[in-house]
């Protein structure tokens, strides 16, 4: 079951990586759950990682603190929704 709101967090996740990493709306589409990013998108790198935070941070309203950034939140697509939504979703 998918909570309510988290397609809404998922479809602006999606936007922010295209936005951000310059991505294709086709290829940020065709993300799964298990789509690895940091590491694997040569995009994404330590530099972008500010900007999709920052990004993120202005389309959904929310805050997220220096200390809950790390490597699991970003390994996959899934992981970074899932922490978005659950910033959102409150």
């Known amino acids: 079951m998918v909570p309510e709101g988290r397609t809404e967090v998922?479809?602006?996740v999606?936007?922010?990586l295209a936005d951000v990493l310059g991505l294709s709306r086709e290829?940020?589409?065709a993300f799964e759950d298990a789509t690895p990013l940091f590491g694997a998108l040569p995009e994404l790198d330590s530099m972008a990682v500010a900007g999709v935070l920052t990004e993120l941070e202005d389309r959904l309203?929310?805050?997220i603190e220096d200390d809950e950034i790390d490597g699991e939140m970003?390994?996959?697509f899934g992981a970074l929704v899932t922490f978005a939504a659950g910033k959102a979703l409150v």
């Open 10 to 12: 998922e479809t602006t």
């Open 14 to 16: 999606r936007g922010v």
């Open 27 to 29: 290829r940020v589409e």
């Open 61 to 63: 309203g929310i805050l």
């Open 74 to 76: 970003l390994e996959t």
